[in-house]
């Protein structure tokens, strides 16, 4: 007989816990707190296969075309930058989904295939991808490894590719008229591997960042994002699985901590109103396991504190601004993408 889907197992019918003697509360406690399968578990349904694979090609031609076609720089260079962007980029999201992927086979949880979203538009070429689970998860454990391993799998690739492209990108100094770009302004662990691999930018002075540094620096934007503790983000699996209805509070909490700070800075802040209303709408609080009771141990506990702490290190909260023509020279903390040829990222 095929094993059961965990959406499969049903908790005991008050019926079956009724024949059970009165007086042995222990079994009839047993048989409340633990489903059992069912004697003829659905089939699994046949996944999607044709679509995530167009939307993963079609990914892949928009991350290489935000890079492509950049006005005023020669042909080899646009074809290497926008290859050298789209692998890296695109290898940092298929391990974040992989991750969620290949855990979900292992409790047995009915999941599609990763679905890329192209954006053909400048910065990224991609909102990311998504994984739909058609079943409910069983149990805490399955909860948190299914939320962590996603964020944990992506982060080596982009923290490979933030050093590698560190490494390569060059300390320039900046021009007297600054022309109209983009602005990104870095998190603190991308500023201190900055500072650790000798790449610190003085004033006066700007990084040009190489098409892999800021693939990771994307990469780092995307796994903080997802860790945000609320509903259905990977932040929002783990904060339930560690604190689990608990977790409304610190939900209710969060978030009026972010409408106080955009009410006092809406001039600044002003974009996040969608996402914030995209997350109302799809649900704040995380829906509870089949099983909330299921001890998740010391490592679990101590690993999902550690990745939450991560979001202050990988998150900006005013990641990028567009940059009209000044003669006043940015900050040092900040790094310029620009479409003139001479602040176009070094090869």
Known sequence: MPEPYEDDIQPIPAEVIEVIPADDWRLRQYAADHPFPPLFPSPPPRRRIYLPIFLFVATCFTTFGVRFF?????????????????????????????????????????????????????????????????????????????????????????????????????????????????????????????????R?????YELMAHPVAFAGWVGLFITSLNLIPIGQLDGGHVLYALLRRKSYLVVRLLLMIVFLFMIFNFSHYWQWLFLLSLLMLLGIFHPPTANDHEDLG?????????IL????????????????????????SQRTESLAPALVPGV
Request: proline share 10%; with cysteine; glycine share 8%.
């Open 309 to 332: 702490l991560f979001i202050p290190l990988g998150f900006t909260p005013q990641p990028f601004k567009i940059q009209d023509e000044v003669s006043k020279p940015a900050t040092a």
């Open 298 to 306: 010391w490592f679990r506990t101590a690993l999902g504190i550690l």
């Open 70 to 198: 950049v006005p005023g720089v020669d042909l080899a260079t646009r074809l290497i930058d926008g290859l050298q962007y789209s692998a890296c980029i695109m290898t940092i999201l298929f391990c974040h989904e992989m991750g969620h992927f290949l855990q979900s086979l292992r409790y047995k949880i009915r999941a599609s295939l990763p679905y890329f979203i192209p954006l053909p538009l400048p910065p990224f070429g991609t909102m990311g991808a998504v994984i739909v689970m058609k079943s409910r998860l069983g149990s805490r454990r399955s909860l948190f490894d299914v939320g962590i391993t996603g964020p944990l799998a992506g982060l080596v690739p982009t923290l490979i590719c933030c050093i590698v492209g560190i490494y390569w990108s060059e300390v320039k100094p900046e021009p007297r008229h600054l022309v109209p770009g983009t602005v990104f302004n870095d998190p603190l662990i991308f500023q201190w591997l900055c500072t650790l691999l000798g």
């Open 200 to 204: 610190h930018v003085p004033e006066g």
